[in-house]
């Protein structure tokens, strides 16, 4: 966990945008927040101390005997490994994860492919069960991965936020986190099942090639596997299909182009695979909610971040 705290402090927050020892430095891309930074062990219910995602180094390690806060992580890409109560398990995209006081672990980022992933940490009198819970059940591997990913999103939106109820929504999304990767079944220490590995087989795949594949029957030919049963994989193991996760990967890359790059909708779009410059800004408005000249404005007005 490393990078800055949002520039926008309201009031309670905190004033220094560096960000507090306790988050890693060994990090990329980044986006946090911070807000009651003094655990509250005694305060009603939940309450949300900071969040964020961030896209880990390498040669990320993050090793603690100790923590001040309940903590509650979740790998949205990549792989690494957990070392917690004596056991090692190993995190794939999917993976969630909980560790608090007195409870010594230690991350550790796949130099080959480094971890991507949400945090929350929290206190409050509500807060030691929720952990304690998700702590038994060690590493489990959240059934639908895309509303994980989305409330972690609305976590890090409001969390930026003041007033207006934003703490006690903060503390409703956690729990909602938690309850939700209960009902998902453990994940068993250093094994692996083969439709797993067939399904990461193919998003290493994906992700290596969606610029220019156009369809998911293209990545079905290119991974040796039939179509249909590819997209039970997909299902199965990441709960979205491998068109929507194809359209996502262009569309997130064309973002990053986009705010980064002085470069025409027609270069950017051809670069993901579409010549139909209106064919893409139908594309980029459906993934994103805005069209693409408007996502670049907001973007360099400070209004948005684009997605991860």
């Keep these: 966990m490393a990078g800055m705290a949002r520039s926008s402090v309201p009031a309670g927050r905190v004033k220094d945008p560096a960000p507090p020892a306790f988050i890693s430095r ?77 409870v010594a672990h230690r991350i550790c980022s796949d130099p080959a492919e480094p971890l991507e992933k949400y945090f929350v940490d929290f206190s409050g009198r509500k807060a030691a069960g929720l952990a304690r819970e998700l702590q038994a059940a060690g590493v489990v591997r959240v059934a639908r991965r895309e509303f994980a990913q989305t409330w972690f999103e609305q976590l890090l939106e409001t969390g930026a936020q003041a007033g207006g109820g934003a703490a006690g929504v903060c503390a409703l999304l956690v729990e909602l986190i938690v309850r939700h990767a209960l009902l998902g079944p453990p994940l068993p220490a250093g094994t692996t099942p083969v439709s797993r590995m067939g399904y990461e087989r193919c998003v290493m795949l994906l992700r290596d090639h969606f610029p220019t594949l156009a369809s998911a029957d293209e990545l079905a030919r290119m991974a040796h596997m039939d179509a249909a049963y590819m997209t039970r994989l997909f299902q199965r193991h990441g709960g979205e299909s491998p068109y929507r996760m194809l359209v996502r990967l262009k569309m997130h890359r064309a973002a990053e182009r986009l705010v980064s790059e002085a470069r025409s909708l027609k270069e950017i779009g051809a670069e993901v695979g579409f010549a139909d410059p209106y064919h893409f800004s139908r594309v980029f408005k459906r993934v994103h909610g805005l069209p693409p000249r408007r996502f670049q404005e907001n973007y360099h007005r400070g209004k948005l971040m684009p997605s991860p």
């Design 26 to 102: 060994q990090t990329g891309r980044r986006r946090y927040f911070f807000n009651n930074l003094a655990p509250a062990p005694a305060a009603p219910g939940v309450v949300v101390a900071c969040g964020g995602w961030e896209r880990c180094a390498p040669d990320y390690v993050v090793e603690r005997a100790d923590f001040r806060f309940h903590a509650v992580e979740f790998v949205a890409q990549g792989r690494g490994s957990l070392e917690i109560f004596g056991h090692e398990r190993p995190l794939r995209a999917g993976s969630l994860f909980s560790y608090g006081p007195g």
